[in-house]
């Protein structure tokens, strides 16, 4: 296995339009997480997933934002009508349920909204 | 609810110093407490980590201390290397629930050689 992995790595889009991310997570992992990092900051919770079910949502999570995590394996988010506020980096992470294990984390994808 | 203060950066050191880099929190029941680097180019990878108070987290010669009764997870590493140059976050989980991370701002340091 080679990790966590997201796509794609770089999207740069204009105002409005929509986006959509992909994660896979390792294999056998059945929580996901996505998180956003915007610049001098560190990474923020947006929400999770066990297996297939979205557990909880941060209010960061504006109506625009949509995540999914078809039968468990891997997850995507989508946002709509992108603003410029939107630029940052969407990490995804993912670890097996239970206390204190350690959180695996992809490479990103960073959204620029021009 | 739970946060995570770090140092400020950037730290700026030279090879062979010494380094600290300070880390409290708030959080409510008996979190799990991390540190995080992020290399460049590189995904976040856990560096150390302590589950209960009075722990003590290592990896490649970095050491932290779990201290309840200061609320403080400081980092430490007797020797750095040029190697070392990253950006690095402090991070707690509640030990209930999503156990979602809640991470500080991160302090970039950069050795010097």
């Known amino acids: 296995d080679t990790g966590v992995s997201q796509d794609p790595r770089h999207k740069i889009t204009k105002r409005g339009q929509n986006v959509t991310f992909r994660c896979d997570p390792i294999s056998e992992h059945n929580r996901l997480y996505w998180y956003r990092q915007t610049l001098g900051q560190g990474p923020e919770f947006l929400t999770y997933f066990q297996n297939e079910a979205q557990l909880e949502k941060s209010r960061l999570l504006s109506d625009r934002f949509s995540a999914e995590r078809p039968k468990g394996s891997f997850s995507t988010l989508e946002i709509q009508r992108t603003e410029q506020g939107d630029s940052a980096m969407y990490l995804c992470?993912?670890?097996?349920?239970?206390?204190?294990?350690?959180?695996?984390f992809g490479q990103g994808t960073r959204l620029t909204v021009v | 609810g739970n946060s995570v203060t770090q140092m400020e950066g950037p730290v700026t050191l030279s090879e062979e110093a010494f380094l600290t880099i300070n880390c409290t929190y708030t959080a409510t029941g008996y979190p799990s407490l991390f540190w995080y680097v992020q290399y460049p180019g590189e995904g976040l990878q856990l560096l150390l980590k302590a589950t209960k108070a009075d722990d003590k987290g290592s990896n490649k010669g970095f050491e932290a201390t779990y201290r309840k009764e200061t609320t403080s997870f400081h980092l430490e590493k007797g020797s750095v290397q040029v190697s070392d140059s990253a950006v690095y976050f402090c991070?707690?989980?509640?030990?209930?629930?999503?156990?979602?991370?809640?991470f500080g701002q991160g302090t970039r340091l950069t050795i010097n050689p």
């Open positions: 992470a993912s670890t097996y349920r239970g206390a204190n294990t350690e959180a695996f």
């Open positions: 991070a707690l989980s509640a030990s209930e629930g999503a156990q979602k991370l809640v």
